[in-house]
C-alpha cells in the first residue's frame, strides 16, 4: 500500500512561487508514475502533472505549461512541483497521486492520493 504526504502548501502573492513536494512511502517509488492534480472550490478535480517512473517523460496541463514544473527524485522517494509565476486562479488543494501503470491525465486512473495541501494565492 503506498502512501503519500504532500507538503509545501501556503499563501503567497500573485507573482510568487511555491514548491510542493510529496513524500512516498509503502511501495517501489521508481515503479510509479506520479502526478499533481488540483482542486478549486466548488470545481472539479484536474489535472495538473505527470511524470514518468524515470522522470525522463512529463506531461502538463496546458494552460499551466511554462509556469509549473514537476520532478522528482527517486532516491528520497519524493516528487515535486515548482509553481512560477503564481496567480489567484491557482488557489486550490493540491493533490498528489501515483499508479503503477503508464500515466494519465484522468483522476479516475490514480489509485493512491495524498490528503492534499492548500494554495492560495492573493491579489
Known amino acids: 500500500q503506498v502512501q503519500l504526504a504532500e507538503s509545501g502548501g501556503g499563501l503567497v502573492e500573485a507573482g510568487g512561487s511555491l514548491r510542493l513536494s510529496c513524500a512516498a512511502s509503502?511501495?517501489?517509488?521508481?515503479?510509479?508514475?506520479m502526478a499533481w492534480f488540483r482542486q478549486a472550490p466548488g470545481k472539479e478535480r484536474e489535472f495538473v502533472a505527470a511524470?514518468?517512473?524515470?522522470?525522463?517523460?512529463?506531461d502538463y496541463a496546458d494552460s499551466l505549461k511554462g509556469r509549473f514544473t514537476i520532478s522528482r527524485d527517486n532516491a528520497k522517494n519524493t516528487v515535486y512541483l515548482q509553481m512560477n509565476s503564481l496567480k489567484p486562479e491557482d488557489t486550490a488543494v493540491y493533490y498528489c497521486?501515483?499508479?503503477?501503470?503508464?500515466?494519465?491525465?484522468?483522476?479516475?486512473?490514480?489509485?493512491?492520493w495524498g490528503q492534499g495541501t492548500q494554495v492560495t494565492v492573493s491579489s
Open positions: 497521486a501515483a499508479r503503477s501503470t503508464a500515466w494519465s491525465r484522468g483522476s479516475y486512473a490514480y489509485d493512491y
Open positions: 509503502g511501495g517501489t517509488f521508481s515503479r510509479l508514475v
Open positions: 511524470i514518468s517512473w524515470s522522470g525522463g517523460i512529463t
